[in-house]
């Protein structure tokens, strides 16, 4: 949850700070009371100053939509510690996706068979169904680092801030429906949907265990407006009629699409004239130089990291938005001087923080062995995100606004 000034005086645990009470407090009730407490507490503060805004011009409609942390957390937890060593099998085995490239055909089948996309969704389907409750450990509930919008912000208010900043662009208002693509656990689209009142978000997500996360999560908070759909963009067409939508985002799903030309006349088909699209991906930059061993490397180790199989340029995403005919509107990293190292690197040392608490209670038996395995995984090759990014040669934070031409 974004955090107000009162909430930077007296802060919430930390999600470390919770895991470690539950584990050394085999009567960890009343620790988990008091948490609760201290949480309803500054939710009930907030609510009181409804239109006010903090320095960062966040209010309380940005804040509305974010989950409680500490029942996210343990709502994970429970979920990986209840993890089938099957499932935890399909997990590892699902990144032999990211050692490979759409772009290389021949790869693809020689690794996966001529069914190669079916196995990729298969892949996704098992890595997205663990990742989801990974992340939720920490500050990425929303599976993505967001640009680094403002240096004095947490993780989760530069995704605030984003996401305020694509419903602008993209003009979002009260009535409007957009559709957003790869919406994970909804979280995204509930930010939308409070932030711009009367906004009606269709999420569609790979993943059945995603998707009915966003169904639960917004059925809670009362917007019922919204609705999700499992669908495998890879699939097309699109479940939805011409001129459905009035907006289209996605944020960091486009680097899992086979056919980004598809996928674009498919987004323009079901938008109607006018309609803007925001989308935020992750890309090659000019400085990365395939014939450097160095370069090649980090990107090895980086893609797993990022969950990308296809490796997509600034100039491919304009080039297959334009052929689709939408006039690219803005092409530029997001991040506040084009480095989100800052913001990779704190995920970093926090999830690292996190893994030695876990490898500590395997070893004491306190957590079953697969926790090692899926922390040791999550954790591995940061360094080397942050590297690439500080070297220039690749960015999550890409952005792109477009408009489909009124007719």
Same mark, same amino acid.
């Given at each position: ?35 609760? /407490? %201290? *949480?309803?507490? $500054? ?10 805004? #903090? @320095?960062?011009? !966040? ?91 403002? /240096? %004095? *912000?947490?993780? $989760? ?10 419903? #602008? @662009?993209?003009? !979002? ?91 674009? /006349? ?142």
């Amino acid at each position: 949850m974004a955090t107000s000034e009162a909430a930077i005086r007296h802060p919430l645990p930390s999600p470390t700070e919770s895991f470690t009470q539950r584990a050394s407090d085999s009567s960890d009730n009343e620790g988990f009371a008091e948490e609760k /407490r %201290r *949480a309803a507490a $500054l939710l009930t503060k907030r609510q009181r100053r409804p239109h006010s805004k #903090n @320095a960062l011009n !966040l209010d309380h409609l940005d804040k509305a939509s974010q989950p409680n942390r500490f029942k996210t957390f343990r709502a994970s937890f429970k979920y990986l510690h209840d993890l089938t060593p099957e499932q935890v099998d399909d997990f590892m085995a699902s990144y032999v996706i990211y050692n490979l490239d759409w772009a290389d055909e021949a790869q693809m089948v020689a690794a996966l068979g001529p069914n190669y996309r079916d196995r990729v969704g298969e892949c996704l389907r098992s890595y997205y169904g663990v990742l989801n409750h990974l992340c939720a450990l920490g500050d990425v509930e929303k599976m993505y680092i967001p640009p680094l919008m403002d /240096r %004095r *912000a947490t993780v $989760l208010e530069n995704q605030l801030l984003f996401e305020r900043s694509v419903a #602008n @662009a993209i003009g !979002l208002k009260a009535g409007d429906r957009v559709l957003d693509l790869g919406c994970g656990r909804g979280r995204v689209a509930a930010h939308m949907a409070t932030a711009v009142p009367g906004v009606h978000v269709t999420g569609l997500n790979i993943d059945p265990n995603q998707i009915a996360q966003a169904k639960e999560f917004s059925e809670e908070r009362g917007l019922v407006g919204n609705e999700f759909v499992v669908q495998d963009f890879n699939e097309l067409p699109l479940p939805f009629a011409d001129g459905t939508f009035d907006a289209f985002y996605q944020i960091q799903a486009l680097s899992l699409c086979k056919d980004l030309s598809a996928l674009s /006349r498919e987004i323009y088909r079901v938008l109607k004239p006018g309609a803007r699209i925001s989308l935020l991906d992750w890309v090659s930059l000019p400085d990365f130089d395939p014939t450097n061993v160095e370069h090649v490397e980090l990107m090895k180790r980086v893609k797993p990291l990022i969950g990308a199989v296809g490796t997509p340029t600034p100039k491919s995403f304009e080039s297959a938005l334009e052929e689709a005919g939408f006039v690219v509107i803005k092409s530029e990293n997001a991040s506040e001087g084009g480095l989100q190292a800052p913001l990779i690197d704190r995920v970093d040392v926090y999830f690292r923080a996190v893994r030695h608490i876990i490898l500590a209670l395997v070893k004491l038996h306190c957590l079953p062995p697969h926790f090692k395995t899926l922390i040791d995984r999550l954790c591995l090759d940061g360094e080397a995100f942050v590297k690439m990014d500080t070297m220039r040669l690749i960015t999550t934070s890409y952005w792109l606004v477009a408009e489909k031409p009124a007719q």
